[in-house]
Nanobody, 123 residues
Framework: QVQLVESGGGSVQAGGFLRLSCSFS?????MSWFRRVSGRDREAIAS???????GYKHSVKGRFTISLDNDKNTVYLQMNSLRPEDTAMYYC????????????????????WGQGTQVTVAS
């Protein structure tokens, strides 16, 4: 079982930036950031494995950066050049290597979830 706690959400103007943090306890192979817009399924936007190999959804690639700090037991999501369409509830999630070593996978493959943190980007 992996315990996860997100923080760092807030409200910013378009073009601004935020850094989300996911504090974890327990062992994992994959850690991903998901976001959910009201009425829609959670979508995976960035992932990292224990070897620090990242993966990104096309719409955030080049703007968002995922990183791992093992000393602080924290995974970060640096979000730059934010757009109104980035407005969502953001969640971190963790799992083992199964069902795939590729971590940017749908939400049903993840068993451990944080409570979420809201990001709002004003135009």
């Amino acid at each position: 079982q992996v315990q996860l706690v997100e923080s760092g959400g807030g409200s910013v103007q378009a073009g601004g930036f935020l850094r989300l943090s996911c504090s974890f306890s327990g062992n994992w192979f994959c850690m991903s950031w998901f976001r959910r817009v009201s009425g829609r399924d959670r979508e995976a936007i960035a992932s990292i494995n224990i070897d620090r190999e990242p993966g990104y959804k096309h719409s955030v690639k080049g703007r968002f950066t995922i990183s791992l700090d093992n000393d602080k037991n924290t995974v970060y999501l640096q979000m730059n050049s934010l757009r109104p369409e980035d407005t969502a509830m953001y969640y971190c999630a963790a799992r083992g290597r199964e069902p795939s070593g590729w971590c940017l996978q749908p939400s049903y493959t993840y068993k451990n979830w944080g409570q979420g943190t809201q990001v709002t980007v004003a135009s």
